[in-house]
């Protein structure tokens, strides 16, 4: 399963756009990059998925190099409550992979 | 629709005691997973699930054991509690594994002195 490296903080301010790199150099072709966000004393929640280019949601969007070795979540115009732990994830597409979850990247969002 | 809820939210045990937390999904979820959660970690799976009836060791099984009677239950339970076992334990469930989301509740906080 393909290692994650991913800053361990960031920090950032109100209605500015943020970037999270992350890179897995050992991508495998049937892998997915995944994107969870943990806040303080919650469970993590899914926040965006995907193979490869440009994927957006109303959350957030994650670009994807051509060779795939990285990965960059941006969200677009934080605010305070984007103050939270986000994990980025590789996950193989087959029905019996579990989540690895590392350390993730501390953001924290100041007024 | 309540999602993934567990019980209890919080618990102090003694060193050699046991205890049972309890999840329930009512997403009719087939794969339910065991996570705890140390201060300044990520989350490392204890045990999982992929069925009624079935389970199966993760990262980090020793001194969990589990059971799924029911699809829309999995309970996680600590025969002899250790200090080393203070930790946020989350549940979480997905429709299958893979790339399907998984949905965590909201964690039990456990500490063993």
């Known amino acids: 399963l393909a290692k994650t490296t991913q800053p361990i903080s960031m920090d950032s301010y109100e209605g500015q756009e943020v970037n999270i790199t992350c890179s897995h150099n050992?991508?495998?072709?049937?892998?997915?990059i995944t994107w969870y966000q943990q806040f303080p004393s919650q469970g993590p929640r899914f926040i965006i998925q995907g193979y490869k280019t440009k994927v957006t949601n109303e959350v957030a969007s994650l670009f994807i190099p051509a060779d795939r070795k990285s990965s960059t979540l941006s969200l677009p115009r934080v605010s305070l409550s984007d103050t939270a732990v986000y994990y980025c994830?590789?996950?193989?597409?087959?029905?019996?992979?579990?989540?690895?979850f590392g350390g993730g990247t501390r953001l924290m969002v100041k007024p | 629709n309540a999602g993934v809820t567990q019980t209890p939210k919080f618990r102090v045990l003694k060193t050699g005691q046991s205890m049972t937390l309890l999840c329930a999904q009512d997403m009719n979820h087939e794969y339910m997973y065991w996570y705890r959660q140390d201060p300044g970690m990520g989350l490392r799976l204890i045990h999982y699930?992929?069925?009624?009836?079935?389970?199966a060791k993760g990262e980090v099984p020793d001194g969990y054991n589990v059971s799924r009677l029911k699809k829309q239950n999995f309970l996680l339970g600590l025969e002899s509690a250790a200090p080393s076992q203070t930790s946020v334990y989350f549940c979480?469930?997905?429709?299958?594994?893979?790339?399907?989301?998984?949905?965590f509740g909201p964690g039990t906080r456990l500490t063993v002195l």
């Open positions: 994830l590789v996950v193989i597409n087959n029905a019996g992979n579990m989540l690895t």
């Open positions: 050992n991508i495998a072709t049937n892998d997915y």
């Open positions: 979480a469930s997905s429709f299958t594994g893979g790339l399907y989301e998984q949905f």
């Open positions: 699930s992929v069925g009624e009836g079935t389970t």
